[in-house]
């Protein structure tokens, strides 16, 4: 089945504890991106990558890291979480920038 | 950045009511798509549209992109309760490397 895979599904952390979340496609797409989403806000893109070893910056990407070191991961890290990265986010994918971006279920982000 | 502003915000209507959605921009698309989430799930496409004036017909939701391509409608008749959710439009500047600009939604719910 093609589908975008995220991990974890919820997670609760403290401030400062580093985090990684994972993501991963079987779809053989170029293109990923993270997004966050809070209320009222919709959607914003954090990192997106057009291929391996190629990244860059979306509208909100202080306080995040990404790799793209082979084609179907694209894991988002967090150095240092500080509350205001809490949030819902989620990985997508697609095969070329632009078109069809398929998500995954969404990792549900608490710093406390 | 570019800005795409959604109207309502919040929508919620009774069984067999007909209803609009808008989706606005000052700045022009090469292409527009649709998307509905679901609560606990990721956004799904619904349609892309890519001419200025194209309208496009997915059972009972007509969506249609504006002739400069700077704004969109999704119409829905006769609502059902299975529509209830959050109604995403997301817009695709070929100028840009980022993937897809997102507008804030529009949470519908249907009522029985």
């Known amino acids: 089945e093609a589908q975008v895979t995220q991990n974890p599904r919820y997670l609760i952390t403290v401030t400062g504890k580093k985090l990684t979340v994972t993501c991963s496609q079987n779809?053989?797409?170029?293109?990923m991106s993270w997004y966050r989403q809070d209320p009222g806000l919709g959607l914003r893109q954090i990192y997106y990558?057009?291929?391996?070893?190629?990244?860059d910056k979306g509208d909100v990407p202080e306080g995040y890291k990404v790799s793209r070191k082979e084609k179907r991961n694209f894991p988002l890290i967090l150095e240092s979480p500080s509350p205001n990265q809490t949030s819902l986010y989620f990985c997508?994918?697609?095969?070329?920038?632009?078109?069809?971006?398929?998500f995954g279920q969404g990792t549900r982000l608490t710093v406390v | 950045t570019q800005l795409l502003e959604q109207s309502p915000q919040f929508l919620s209507i009774q069984e067999g009511e007909n209803l609009t959605v808008y989706c606005n921009s000052s700045?022009?698309?090469?292409?527009l798509q649709w998307y509905r989430q679901e609560p606990g799930e990721g956004p799904v496409l619904l349609v892309t549209?890519?001419?200025?004036?194209e309208v496009k017909k997915l059972k009972r939701l007509t969506f249609q992109f504006g002739d400069a391509r700077k704004d969109s409608s999704l119409h829905i008749t006769a609502a059902q309760p299975g529509d209830t959710g959050l109604y995403l439009c997301?817009?695709?500047?070929?100028?840009?490397?980022?993937?897809?600009?997102f507008g804030s939604g529009t949470q519908l719910t249907v009522l029985p």
């Open positions: 997508a994918s697609s095969f070329y920038r632009g078109t069809e971006a398929f």
């Open positions: 779809m053989n797409h170029e293109y």
């Open positions: 990558s057009m291929n391996v070893e190629v990244t």
């Open positions: 700045s022009v698309f090469s292409s």
């Open positions: 549209v890519v001419t200025g004036g």
């Open positions: 997301a817009g695709d500047s070929s100028g840009s490397a980022r993937q897809l600009t």
